[in-house]
């Protein structure tokens, strides 16, 4: 078995996965807060993770892997979403949740093992936060409980933030209620409006960073294999995360390893919400398919920043399109896929998937050159076993072809257009025939006469 190494935020270096229980190995991913549809920065943790866990589920077997990713559906996003249209909390989030599933679903992101959610989780949230009460780890203030972060001897290992430069910076705001500036909410004291739980120390609800504390211990134990995140959760997110579970657990390690995304920027800015500079999946497949997209994402490495435009896109399009001509070439009914070596190696260090890509590339060559039926079903195996550890080359060739991007008037214009030539050719028009001839090529679009009628398809 290849040993896989992955990037320790905590140490900050390469650091082997050993699994505490090879048969259960365990990854948390910290998912959307949905109060409306994700942007495709934050479709890059789930493709990312979505490769490790499969990378996971072939090294250790589909059943030896728990892979949680949450749904964070109470926050005051949420609520301000709920009120603004007069519906419960629940109407916002089980919308978004279904058009997240839709959006990841469409690019070939695996579901997880489990999806839990904050608001189905109140009673351990609960239960924790008063085990931190009692440890003299949290304290009632007026409007909730806080964590107080001088209760941790070791706070900040993650970012390398310790309390008193944090205590020194600006960074963060002075406020009456709390002990000391740097202590952070875990229960927010309940507001007329919103909605609450009652708990002994109070009716109220969740903070955002002890809900992921909460559903880790329920549903994967104290310690677990792999946490991840894009690099904005490092800190303050990841660093609660782990004050308030090894607080409460006697110090355990929260997560061995710790995992974070570099960012999606467009132009030269970050893509983020605030900003207002985001572009959604639909926006994107009006003009892309979504294959192109998740590999467009696989060609940076995870922890490098990577610039999104259409260019990008442009060229991974082009280069679905030689792998799956190199498919085409090499395309038997019935072959089992094979990962190659050289693929794992290269995901089994630290998922360097740009390494991947250039062995697809060699695969590429191997299939283009395949003159018999063996050397034809080995690259036709080891093309699949690359697509099927990347997410990618799913489809026949067939239908990579004739999935055309969801562009409505492109797609309504072209389809005009080729009924409009079989009329043209039934009259033996041929000068307009050739017209459309003409402008379908210049379309890149490629029309096959078949016994049912003329099929369509772009080159
Ligand atoms: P949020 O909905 O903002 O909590 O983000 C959900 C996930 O997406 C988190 O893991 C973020 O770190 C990640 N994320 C948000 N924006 C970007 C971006 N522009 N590029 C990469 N990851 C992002
Ligand atoms: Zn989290």
């Keep these: 078995?290849?040993?896989?190494?992955?990037?320790?935020?905590?140490?900050?270096?390469?650091?082997?996965?050993?699994?505490?229980?090879?048969?259960?190995?365990?990854m948390y991913v910290c998912g959307p807060t949905v109060y409306n549809r994700a942007h495709i920065g934050n479709m890059r943790p789930a493709i990312v993770f979505d490769v490790l866990f499969r990378l996971l589920r072939h090294t250790y077997g589909a059943d030896h892997v728990v892979y949680a990713r949450n749904i964070t559906d109470v926050d005051d996003k949420i609520n301000a979403a709920a009120l603004a249209e007069g519906v419960d909390i629940s109407v916002i989030t089980?919308?978004?949740?279904?058009?997240?599933?839709?959006?990841?679903?469409?690019?070939?992101?695996?579901?997880?093992?489990?999806?839990?959610?904050?608001?189905?989780?109140?009673?351990?949230?609960?239960?924790?936060?008063?085990?931190?009460?009692?440890?003299?780890?949290?304290?009632?203030?007026?409007?909730?409980?806080?964590?107080?972060?001088?209760?941790?001897?070791?706070?900040?290992?993650?970012?390398?933030?310790?309390?008193?430069?944090?205590?020194?910076?600006?960074r963060i705001e002075i406020d009456e209620k709390k002990k000391n500036p740097a202590d952070f909410a875990l229960w927010k004291a309940a507001k007329p409006n919103e909605v609450s739980w009652d708990a002994p120390f109070g009716a109220g609800r969740p903070g955002w960073h002890i809900e992921c504390s909460a559903m880790i211990e329920k549903n994967l134990g104290q310690t677990i294999d792999i946490h991840g995140g894009g690099h904005d959760l490092i800190f303050p997110h990841h660093e609660n995360e782990i004050a308030q579970s090894e607080c409460a657990h006697g110090g355990a390690t929260l997560a061995n390893i710790w995992m974070h995304n570099g960012f999606l920027n467009f132009g030269s800015e970050k893509m983020s919400k605030s900003l207002g500079n985001v572009l959604n999946i639909a926006e994107i497949t009006a003009t892309f398919k979504p294959e192109a997209v998740r590999l467009a994402m696989l060609s940076a490495h995870y922890r490098a920043p990577l610039d999104w435009n259409d260019d990008l896109i442009t060229q991974s399009t082009k280069t679905l399109d030689r792998l799956y001509r190199?498919?085409?070439?090499?395309?038997?009914?019935?072959?089992?896929?094979?990962?190659?070596?050289?693929?794992?190696?290269?995901?089994?260090?630290?998922?360097?998937?740009?390494?991947?890509?250039?062995?697809?590339?060699?695969?590429?060559?191997?299939?283009?050159?395949?003159?018999?039926?063996?050397?034809?079903?080995?690259?036709?195996?080891?093309?699949?076993?690359?697509?099927?550890?990347?997410?990618?080359?799913?489809?026949?060739?067939?239908?990579?072809?004739?999935?055309?991007?969801?562009?409505?008037?492109?797609?309504?214009?072209?389809?005009?257009?080729?009924?409009?030539?079989?009329?043209?050719?039934?009259?033996?028009?041929?000068?307009?025939?050739?017209?459309?001839?003409?402008?379908?090529?210049?379309?890149?679009?490629?029309?096959?006469?078949?016994?049912?009628?003329?099929?369509?398809?772009?080159?």
């Design 1 to 26: 078995m290849t040993e896989i190494f992955l990037f320790n935020t905590l140490e900050r270096k390469k650091t082997q996965l050993i699994p505490q229980n090879p048969k259960r190995v365990t």
């Design 94 to 170: 089980r919308k978004y949740t279904e058009v997240y599933h839709q959006d990841i679903q469409s690019l070939n992101v695996l579901l997880p093992n489990l999806e839990p959610r904050a608001t189905a989780h109140i009673g351990e949230i609960i239960a924790l936060i008063q085990k931190l009460i009692d440890e003299g780890h949290a304290y009632t203030a007026e409007d909730g409980v806080y964590f107080h972060v001088p209760s941790m001897k070791n706070y900040g290992r993650l970012s390398g933030r310790n309390l008193e430069d944090m205590q020194a910076g600006a």
């Design 326 to 459: 190199a498919l085409e070439n090499v395309w038997l009914d019935n072959v089992e896929a094979i990962a190659p070596q050289a693929l794992i190696e290269a995901l089994c260090d630290d998922i360097n998937t740009p390494q991947a890509l250039a062995v697809l590339s060699e695969l590429v060559k191997n299939a283009n050159k395949a003159q018999n039926d063996v050397d034809k079903k080995q690259a036709l195996a080891e093309l699949k076993g690359v697509g099927a550890l990347l997410g990618i080359l799913q489809l026949t060739p067939d239908e990579w072809f004739n999935d055309k991007p969801k562009d409505d008037d492109l797609n309504a214009r072209i389809d005009a257009l080729v009924a409009e030539r079989t009329i043209a050719r039934a009259e033996k028009n041929w000068g307009r025939a050739d017209e459309i001839r003409k402008e379908l090529a210049e379309l890149k679009v490629e029309v096959k006469d078949g016994a049912d009628g003329a099929t369509w398809r772009f080159l």
